[in-house]
């Protein structure tokens, strides 16, 4: 089936190149090229560095230099062109992509292909007539020919920023050969058995995200299992040809590698040694067992206490049920929680789907949420302090805690609260899901919905345990008032994270009301009460929701967070310069709903040790506030593969890529990641 799709592929694209041949039309509509230089005129020099700017719209793509099992790299006849000597392509990291079930590696949207230019007298103008020939591809292929011209006098006196802005990222997104750093290839190993690669190479500082091999035509190595042990890193690809049956290398094969990692990579040559591949569990296992440790952890977090604690009390006022509905509700419970797991799982799956962007918690960042959550909470309260023991068979009150069905809905509010926490183990495995397949999402989201749930389903499988429990006393009504207290700890900290949101003067407007109105059910309960002040509620939120000008209007200066830290603000663009100055860049990428964030802030980062090194002369510490949505911290974590935050990085001479520290910071973690990054 694969061989016929990439027959017809390859029909396709032989059919529109004989339309094309002579025109660019075709393919105007979904692409257009662009020779740019760095410089406005040669000045002298012998090497020139310029770019071939390729931009696509929607799906359309274009390829790399090793395009993978159909496609073609873009490519220039310079004839024509005068004082020309050689033009040396480089090729930024691709993107693997599927199209029919065929893998392609290329580019979407817009792709800059640095060239460095030798001219042939760098006394002279320079006059480049390029015949671009280039295949794009989308459901069909087109491809298209255009010819491009560029002419550089002999002399300018300034060089063009726009074009060298454009150029540099593309730049630093093209993998280095391997002798130009300290890493070295322990192992280039073909398991002739299993038709697997494997590939070995000690001494690299940054994490490797996935790997290409050229040099082999018509098959396909499979995106790497990566791991990193003692300081190896060692990949394993599974190889196949265009039938999708497991490929055979010749012994001696020559093959070149390229290890990439969020921005650029390594590359080198070598050739294939007969080994044998240890078998191990795949990847997703490990993240699945991660998944589950990492939810079950929540159940520890702050996050989860108010739902626990609503739970706890269920479980002694329980009692006196019977074994078998003891289980049911218990069951029910983490029913509720898987349910509320796989729906994150399809929504992520479709924001992925649609390009849109998405991240772990970042529900908190929206106003509407947190007045949505702020009357459920005060409802629990309130329930747990018998005002409302009133009989409400349609109202939230009754599904949260007057029925079974209340512990479906306790099991489902409990995920709710759980996504500010990015809990040990939890990051990596949420990471390694929203950044992998729609079948990775749904599994390790169910490891997710496993852990958090193991508690109420270690109850469903020994429901006598309760017994161990005291018996219904006075001392209930006292564990009810304490449950309660909780809880309202939990409404002022959402109340607090509407202050990201409103100007101090309307949020304090607003403080205000909630607690006349929590105080007034309180004295007065009663169902007509409850209507009355959420009606006024509504109102209110209302308001806030649908009037941001008037926000804007009470919204005063931005106060400054006090810090003994002198934090900067989060600009990834001046990374590299810091960097290059011989500095030491620390980023701590926080938000107010994040309450992992403020642990490391407290137990780490305001440590007096800490703060000395972060203050010192060769050290920038960047600090970006994700409370709000902001796309541009939104697109920086992606670039590293993570979706959650705490997010921690160091970035210095010793560390240009950077280093990514662990979700929970120790004094320790921070200290060394210091000292290695200027080393």
């Known amino acids: 089936m694969r061989f016929y799709i990439l027959v017809c592929l390859l029909l396709s694209s032989f059919a529109h190149a004989e339309q094309s041949a002579s ?67 480089l090729w930024p990291v691709p993107q693997r992509m599927m199209v029919y079930d065929i893998e392609t590696y290329g580019y979407k949207h817009e792709i800059i292909y640095p060239l460095q230019v030798t001219v042939t007298d760098p006394t002279k103008a320079l006059s480049l007539h390029a015949k671009t020939t280039m295949l794009v591809c989308s459901e069909v292929c087109i491809r298209a020919q255009v010819n491009l011209a560029l002419n550089l006098p002999a002399t300018a006196s300034d060089i063009d920023k726009a074009s060298s802005t454009q150029i540099q990222p593309y730049v630093a997104d093209v993998p280095v050969d391997i002798s130009a750093t300290s890493a070295s290839l322990q192992k280039l190993g073909w398991d002739s058995a299993s038709s697997q690669l494997l590939i070995e190479v000690k001494g690299l500082t940054t994490p490797v995200i996935d790997g290409f091999v050229e040099g082999v035509d018509f098959t396909l190595f499979s995106k790497p299992q990566i791991s990193q042990e003692d300081g190896v ?26 290890l990439t990692y969020q921005q650029g990579g390594i590359t080198f040559t070598d050739v294939i040694t007969p080994t044998v591949v240890e078998q191990t569990l795949p990847n997703w296992i490990y993240m699945l067992l991660l998944a589950i440790v990492g939810g079950f952890i929540l159940n520890l977090m702050p996050c989860v206490l108010p739902v626990l604690s609503i739970k706890l009390l269920s479980v002694v006022e329980s009692a006196s049920e019977s074994s078998a509905q003891r289980r049911i509700n218990f069951l029910l419970s983490a029913a509720g929680i898987f349910v509320a797991f796989w729906l994150l799982a399809l929504l992520f799956i479709a924001l992925k789907y649609f390009g849109i962007g998405f991240g772990w918690g970042v529900q908190f960042q929206s106003a509407a949420f947190l007045l949505i959550m702020i009357p459920v909470l005060v409802l629990f309260a309130l ?70 749930s193991l508690p109420y389903l270690l ?29 309202c700890a939990t409404l002022v900290w959402l109340i607090w994270l509407l202050q990201a949101h409103l100007s101090m003067m309307l949020w304090s407007i607003f403080s205000i009301v909630i607690c006349i109105m929590v105080i007034f059910l309180i004295v007065k309960p009663g169902p007509r009460s409850l209507v009355s ?49 011989g500095k030491t860049v620390f980023i701590d990428i926080t938000a107010d709903w994040c309450i992992t964030c403020v642990v490391n802030e407290r137990a780490v980062l305001q440590r007096s040790d800490i703060i000395l090194g972060l203050n010192a002369d060769n050290v920038v510490a960047m600090k970006g506030d994700w409370t709000k949505p902001d796309a541009s911290i939104e697109a920086y974590l992606k670039r590293y593969g993570r979706y959650a935050i705490p997010f921690n990085q160091v970035f210095g001479p010793a560390l240009p890529n950077g280093k990514l520290l662990p979700e929970l910071l120790t004094k320790d973690a921070v200290a060394l990641s210091l000292t290695q990054a200027g080393q």
């Open 23 to 89: 025109a660019f039309d075709p393919a105007a509509k979904v692409a257009t090229a662009q020779l740019l230089s760095t410089a406005n005129g040669v000045n002298g020099a012998t090497i020139l560095s310029m770019g071939l700017k390729i931009t696509l719209d929607d799906d359309w793509k274009t390829y790399w230099s090793s395009p993978g099992l159909a496609g073609a790299p873009p490519s220039i006849d310079w004839q024509g062109s005068s004082n020309l000597g050689s033009v040396k392509w």
């Open 233 to 258: 890193t060692r990949l394993i690809m599974h190889v196949e040809d265009m039938a999708g049956t497991p490929a055979r290398l010749d012994p001696q094969q020559q093959l070149k590698v390229t």
């Open 383 to 452: 329930n747990l302090l018998d005002k409302f023991d009133v009989q409400l068979p349609q109202s939230l009150m009754d599904k949260l805690s007057g029925s079974s069905k209340g512990h479906f809905y306790q099991g489902i509010f409990a995920v709710l609260l759980a996504t500010p926490c990015s809990a040990p183990f939890l990051g990596t495995a949420v990471a390694f899901a929203l950044a992998g397949s729609s079948w990775q999402i749904l599994v390790i989201f169910s490891g997710l919905a496993l852990g958090l």
């Open 459 to 487: 109850i469903a499988i020994w429901p006598n345990s309760v017994s161990i429990m005291p018996k219904p006393g006075m001392w209930m009504v006292r564990f009810r008032q304490f449950l309660a207290s909780l809880l």
């Open 533 to 581: 002040v959420f009606a006024i509620y509504l109102l209110l939120a209302n308001t806030i929701i649908w009037s941001p000008e008037s926000a804007r209007l009470l919204r005063g200066a931005d106060a400054e967070s006090i810090s003994e830290i002198h934090w900067q603000a989060f600009e990834p663009g001046k990374i590299a310069g810091y960097v290059a100055e």
